[in-house]
C-alpha cells in the first residue's frame, strides 16, 4: 500500500470522484428517479464507484476514520445501482413482473426489502440467486391462513396475491 500525504490523497479523491458526484448530484435534482433510471446510467454508476471503492480500499481509507464515511456512502451507491441495474434487466427480460406498492398510510418502506410479484417465482428466484441475490419469502403461507388466525378474518383478496408469493407445497 502506497502511503501518501493527506493533501495528495483529497485531490486524487477529488479528482477520481468528480464523475460519479456529477451523476449523483443529476439525479438528485430529478423530482421523480424512477423515471431516469436507466441500465447505461446505471452501468456508469456501478462502474465510477466501483472505481472509487477500489481506490479508497487501495489506500487503506476504509480503515481510517476521516475517509470511513465517505467509503461507506460509496459502497451504498454501488449496492444502489447494482442492484437497481439487475431489477431493470429482470424488468425487461420478464414482461409479468412488476413491484408491489408498499407504501400506504399505515406503513413505510424499510428500503432494504424489494417486495415483488411474479407469476414464474421460481425462475426468477434461480435467476437471483445466480447473480448473486439473496431472495425471501417471509411469510411461505399468508398470515390470514395460518392455523392460528384460520376464519378470524375475511381476505380474499390475500389469498389470490399469496398463490403468487407462496408455494403450495
Known amino acids: 500500500m502506497e502511503i501518501v500525504n493527506e493533501q495528495d490523497f483529497i485531490k486524487l479523491i477529488s479528482e477520481r470522484s468528480e464523475r460519479l458526484l456529477s451523476i449523483v448530484k443529476?439525479?438528485?435534482q430529478?423530482?421523480?428517479v424512477k423515471?431516469?433510471?436507466t441500465r447505461?446510467?446505471?452501468g456508469e454508476l456501478l462502474s465510477q464507484s466501483t472505481q472509487i471503492e477500489e481506490l479508497l480500499?487501495?489506500?487503506g481509507a476504509g480503515n481510517n476514520c476521516k475517509w470511513c464515511r465517505f467509503r461507506s456512502v460509496v459502497a451504498a451507491i454501488k449496492a444502489f445501482s447494482d442492484i437497481t441495474y439487475e431489477l431493470l434487466h429482470i424488468l425487461h427480460a420478464l414482461p409479468g413482473y412488476h413491484l408491489l406498492p408498499i407504501e400506504k398510510d399505515y406503513a413505510q418502506h424499510v428500503y432494504h426489502l424489494y417486495i415483488i410479484r411474479v407469476k414464474n417465482r421460481d425462475f426468477?428466484?434461480?435467476l437471483l440467486k445466480k447473480k448473486g441475490i439473496q431472495t425471501l419469502i417471509y411469510y411461505p403461507i399468508p398470515v390470514h391462513l395460518q392455523k392460528v388466525y384460520l376464519g378470524s378474518c375475511d381476505c380474499l383478496a390475500g389469498s389470490a396475491r399469496g398463490r403468487d408469493v407462496y408455494?403450495?407445497?
Open 124 to 126: 426468477l428466484e434461480k
Open 30 to 32: 430529478y423530482p421523480s
Open 40 to 42: 447505461p446510467l446505471l
Open 26 to 28: 443529476s439525479l438528485s
Open 35 to 37: 423515471e431516469n433510471l
Open 167 to 169: 408455494r403450495e407445497d
Open 57 to 59: 480500499d487501495g489506500y
